[in-house]
């Protein structure tokens, strides 16, 4: 044992190597900077991730869901049909286009949105269904996509933390209207920061492209009212080499998994559902004793730890408060029992040998 092995071990890892700031450089160096030729490759590159869908590059996961909600025409008098245990960005989006947020309960076994709640949340006025994918495990898209299409509804995926998931062989990002990811450093790949749009419908794409860039595909000849929403392309270029790493440390975030799931004691290991392919952008344990304790033990044992998230979105400020107003309650028992509970601990592709018998010592002497 080297004294090295005595350091904190970070709950998450972003990587930016020599290949990196090589490809950043490179770009820099060449003076073409905003959107162009790097943004372009990394669209056609991601779209092998999703089938060949549609992709359309952003400056962020938080845009691409904006984005997405505007070209679909969601507005005032919708509501759209969103989880509350997840990170705020995914209701943010659905308040920014001014429709209404409606909130339903997750299944336990995959953290994701339970297709009867949504199924029970649905009113004349419903325009979408949000499921995440979160932690980076597929949502149950084999019941919710039918029941979408049975009800006429868009499906706008929240894939920001589950790049190259999958369910029963179908990549996230692949089964809805639209799918979102982010390249926020900590995700599972990064862009520094950035966000893809994928799509099958052309028309979906192009208004996107139009909405990113002042409603204009030639300049100065706006057709639409837009935003600024670009990706620069020394974010793309950044992009484009953590993809090509992507399905190496994919698999290393599922084997450091693996050898969790296989050693961990006392706690819940996460739950993967049949036909899932979970990328652990997380790997998230449920606690069902005193989870301040654990976390604090954990922490002084150098591994690190965080909870995602504390507090489900409905009861963050800018949702509760007008709910309240409104009289309006949601029941939602498994969201509150997962935010109670969960904890996630390292599986980042950095993790060591030695890192990861740290992580399994400090939780199986954890003695509750
Ligand atoms: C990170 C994240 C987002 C937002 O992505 P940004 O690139 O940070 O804007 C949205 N939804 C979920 C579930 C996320 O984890």
């Known amino acids: 044992m080297s004294g090295a092995n005595n350091q904190p071990i970070p709950a998450a890892k972003p990587v930016i190597g020599e290949d990196e700031i090589e490809a950043a450089v490179r770009v820099l160096r060449s003076g073409r900077v905003v959107q162009g030729p790097e943004v372009a490759g990394f669209e056609e590159e991601f779209s092998e991730l999703v089938e060949g869908r549609h992709c359309v590059a952003v400056n962020s996961g938080t845009s691409a869901l904006h984005l997405t909600l505007l070209a679909l025409g969601i507005g005032p008098g919708d509501e759209v049909i969103v989880p509350s245990f997840s990170f705020a960005a995914s209701a943010n989006a659905v308040r920014l286009v001014g429709a209404d947020v409606v909130f339903a309960d997750i299944e336990p076994g995959s953290f994701g949105l339970d297709p009867a709640a949504v199924e029970a949340a649905i009113t004349p006025r419903t325009a979408a269904v949000m499921p995440v994918h979160l932690y ?209 601990l390292p599986v980042h592709p950095s993790l060591t040998e030695g890192e990861l018998e740290r992580i399994v010592a400090a939780v199986n002497g954890l003695g509750n």
């Not at 036909?275 to 604090?296: L, M, N, P």
């Open 136 to 344: 980076g495990h597929p949502a149950a898209m084999d019941r919710l996509m039918p029941l979408a299409q049975r009800h006429g509804l868009a499906v706008v995926e929240d894939a920001c933390q589950a790049h190259a998931a999958a369910l029963n062989g179908t990549p996230v990002g692949a089964f809805g209207t639209a799918g979102t990811f982010s390249f926020y450093p900590t995700k599972n790949m990064h862009a520094l920061e950035g966000g893809m749009i994928t799509t099958a419908d052309a028309e979906v794409a192009r208004t996107l492209r139009l909405l990113r860039n002042q409603g204009m595909e030639q300049r100065y000849a706006n057709e639409i009212v837009g935003a600024n929403m670009r990706m620069t392309d020394v974010a793309a270029a950044i992009g484009r080499v953590q993809l090509g790493k992507l399905g190496g440390w994919t698999e290393r975030r599922r084997a450091n998994a693996a050898y969790l799931d296989e050693h961990l004691t006392g706690l819940v290991t996460p739950p993967v559902a049949e036909g899932a392919r979970h990328v652990y952008h997380q790997y998230t344990v449920r606690v069902e004793g005193d989870r301040d304790a654990v976390q604090e033990k954990l922490t002084a044992a150098g591994v690190g730890n965080a909870v995602y998230y504390p507090t489900p979105i409905h009861r963050l400020k800018p949702y509760w408060e007008p709910d309240q107003k409104a009289g309006r309650a949601w029941d939602l028992p498994e969201t509150e029992r997962a935010a109670a509970e969960v904890v996630s």
